[in-house]
């Protein structure tokens, strides 16, 4: 609890060795693993609502946060994901599950 762990940096910027490159950004594998960590962790009932911000085209390729997502998505609570626009029809499809449950804002 209370525990901040960097997750993404733009590429050309200083970025420790252990970080991986998509497309135009550095992302820390340790930070994934720390979400993952936490829902592990989780003593006693189910949160109430998840928020996931955001699933995008790393997440289309199985990495990120790909693998929280699948989980959420059976667990008993509400969950709120963020999608890009153009990912709209990409992300319900790669995670199985129904465009119904779509809201634009």
Known sequence: AGRRTPLARPAGTDVPRDWFLFRRFFFNSAAFAAAESCWAALDGPQPKELILDEIGPLELEGR?????????????????????PSLLE????????????????
């Open 64 to 84: 990120g946060f790909a693998p929280l997502l699948r989980i959420f998505l059976t667990a008993a609570s509400d969950l709120t994901v963020s999608v890009r």
């Open 90 to 105: 990409a992300v319900p499809d790669y995670f199985g599950f129904s465009t119904d449950r779509i809201i634009r804002l």
